[in-house]
């Protein structure tokens, strides 16, 4: 089977962090939709809905014109509450077992939120879930935009998992992944699957694009396997390279230009992937 996924790739060196104000240094003015994307009430797409649907204000006025530009003195109000820019900062977390991926959990769990502390003072949400037990890269963000996309299913975002067994794959199961199943919500089709040791065929490793829910453990699950520990490796390009368990960072410039490659500029059909 293809190895691709599961080598170590190459990573860029630079590791400060980026932040981007939405109003430019001179002041520019903008779209009233991207003004509220920067404010986090919604992707532009949902703000243009949002607008027609009277909810906006631009200096106590309700606006209904989708091409508006607003600038930097302008008050800006949605459903009554003034909403202002926000920069955007995109962190990414190694998971640890037992986070829930929300922001708060009504049961008192400890949430990924718990992990960032107070370093970070923006209010980011996760970009998709991983489950309490499911350990790995997550991404984090107050883009809603980006965000949007990166977990839009015509997008080919691809996530690559390491999975540990209960018991050895027999290799006509990896052939059976390998060539696609049929589960209760529907057909699946991964991108690669191998063993990832020689020595120990419990341990296997996954690449795919879908996000469907607990997707890597219902796959073996429908073979009769028992996932004990499940690791996403990649997300989008983006490694666990010197990001210790339970450690975070924020992205590079050059990272954060590739997750925006994928999530708006690299448009590719989903191909029936799920």
Do not use: C
Request: charged share 30%.
């Amino acid at each position: 089977m293809a190895k691709r996924p599961f080598r170590k790739p190459s990573e860029d060196k630079q590791e400060q962090p980026s932040e981007k104000l939405a109003f430019s240094s001179a002041g520019e003015p903008m779209r009233l939709n991207r003004y509220l994307a920067h404010a986090g009430v919604a992707s532009r797409r949902k703000a243009d809905s949002l607008i027609a649907d009277g909810l906006v204000a631009v200096n106590g006025v309700v606006v209904k014109e989708m091409g508006l530009m607003v600038e930097p003195k302008d008050k800006v109000t949605y459903q009554g509450k003034l909403v202002r820019p926000q920069r955007f900062v995109y962190v990414l977390l190694n998971k640890p077992r037992g986070f829930v991926t929300t922001t708060d959990d009504e049961r008192g769990r400890k949430t990924v939120m718990d992990l960032l502390g107070e370093k970070v003072t923006q209010r980011v949400y996760p970009v998709g879930r991983l489950d309490r037990q499911t350990m790995g890269l997550l991404l984090l963000t107050n883009d809603g935009g980006l965000a949007e996309h990166l977990m839009h299913p015509r997008y080919e975002i691809e996530k690559v998992y390491s999975a540990t067994l209960n018991k050895p794959m027999l290799p006509e199961d990896l052939e059976k992944i390998a060539a696609g199943l049929t589960l209760e919500d529907g057909p699946i089709k991964v991108d690669e699957v191998a063993f990832t040791d020689s020595r120990d065929a419990s341990k296997v490793g996954l690449a795919l694009h879908t996000g469907r829910n607990r997707i890597v453990r219902r796959i073996f699950e429908h073979l009769g396997y028992t996932v004990e520990q499940l690791d996403r490796v990649i997300y989008a390009g983006l490694t666990k390279k010197d990001l210790q368990r339970g450690k975070w960072r924020h992205l590079n410039p050059v990272e954060i230009a590739k997750l925006k490659h994928f999530g708006q500029g690299g448009r590719k059909p989903d191909k029936g992937r799920a």
